[in-house]
C-alpha cells in the first residue's frame, strides 16, 4: 500500500440553488519520501485538495490514508493532533509572527508538538544560523520562507505541504527555495508536496499530478527528476 492515498475524494460546496464542484472526484497515491508538485489553472482545486490531505478542510466524500491511518474517518479532536504532529505547512506569504524572532516563530510552533527537532539546528539546516535572532521584518522575502520552512520541519512531521511557496518571490529567491524543498526531501527523507501554478517546476518533482477542474488531469513519474543548482 502507498504511505498516502486519495480515493474518490470530493468537496462540494453549496450555496443555495449553486453547486461548486471544487473537487469532483480526485484519486491518487504518494510513496514515502517523495517529492510530488501538483499543477493546474487557478481555481482547479488544488488548495481544497491540500487542506483535505492536511486536516484543514473536511472531504464531502472519499477516502483519504495517511501511513495506514484513514484520516478521513477521524474526529475533529483526532484531525487537530494530525495537524499539530503530522502535518507541516507552508504558504506563500509565509504567516511568520512579527514581534517574535525566526527562533521564537518556530519554538512556538513546536510547543505543543509530540517528536519536534531542535528548533536551532533546523534553522542552521536551512541556512539562517547567523540570523535565527532576527526579526521578520529584518529578513528577506527568501529568507522569511526559509524561517517558515524551519518552522515546518521542526515538528518533525511526516508530511511537508507547500502551498505556491515561491509565490511571492523573484525568479533566483524562488529557485533555491525549491532547491531547499528539493533537498529536504533527499536529505531527510521528508514527503513534500508543492501546489506551484508553474509547470516549469515539474522536472524537479519525482511526480507530476496535473489538476484541471476538480479532477486529476494526468499523472507523471519522473524517473530523473533534474536537481535545483
Ligand atoms: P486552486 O487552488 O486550484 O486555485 P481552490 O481549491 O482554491 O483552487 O478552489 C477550487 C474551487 O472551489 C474554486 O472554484 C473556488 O472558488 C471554490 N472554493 C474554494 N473554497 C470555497 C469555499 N469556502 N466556498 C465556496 N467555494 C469555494
Ligand atoms: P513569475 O510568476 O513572476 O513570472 P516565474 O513564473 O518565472 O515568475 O516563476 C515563479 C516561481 O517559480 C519563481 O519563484 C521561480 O523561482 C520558480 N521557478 C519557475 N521555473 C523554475 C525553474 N525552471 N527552476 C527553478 N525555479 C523555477
Avoid: W
Avoid at 512556538?108 to 535565527?132: D, S
Avoid at 515538528?155 to 529557485?175: F, M, R, S
Amino acid at each position: 500500500a502507498s504511505y498516502i492515498e486519495l480515493k474518490d475524494v470530493k468537496k462540494i460546496y453549496r450555496m443555495g440553488e449553486v453547486e461548486i464542484r471544487a473537487v469532483d472526484g480526485v484519486s491518487f497515491s504518494i510513496d514515502k519520501g517523495e517529492f510530488v508538485v501538483v499543477v493546474g489553472p487557478s481555481g482547479a482545486g488544488k488548495s481544497t485538495v491540500l487542506n483535505i490531505l492536511g486536516g484543514m478542510d473536511s472531504p464531502t466524500s472519499g477516502q483519504i490514508i495517511v501511513d495506514g491511518k484513514e484520516i478521513s474517518k477521524y474526529t475533529s479532536k483526532q484531525l487537530a493532533a494530525y495537524r499539530r504532529n503530522d502535518i507541516g505547512f507552508v504558504f506563500q506569504f509565509y504567516n511568520l509572527i512579527q514581534n517574535l524572532t525566526a527562533l521564537e516563530n518556530v519554538e512556538l510552533a513546536i510547543q505543543i508538538c509530540k517528536n519536534p527537532l531542535e528548533p536551532k539546528k533546523v534553522l542552521e539546516l536551512v541556512g539562517l544560523k547567523e540570523r535565527m535572532g532576527n526579526f521578520p521584518a529584518q529578513l528577506s522575502g527568501g529568507e522569511q520562507q526559509r524561517v517558515a520552512i524551519a518552522r515546518a520541519l521542526a515538528k518533525n512531521p511526516k508530511l511537508l505541504l507547500c502551498d505556491e511557496p515561491t509565490g511571492a518571490l523573484d525568479y533566483n529567491t524562488g529557485k533555491s527555495i525549491l532547491k531547499l524543498l528539493q533537498d529536504t526531501c533527499r536529505n531527510m527523507g521528508m514527503t513534500v508536496v508543492v501546489i506551484t501554478h508553474n509547470s516549469a517546476i515539474a522536472p524537479m518533482a519525482d511526480k507530476v499530478i496535473k489538476i484541471k477542474n476538480g479532477r486529476v488531469d494526468g499523472i507523471s513519474i519522473n524517473d530523473n527528476p533534474i536537481s535545483v543548482e
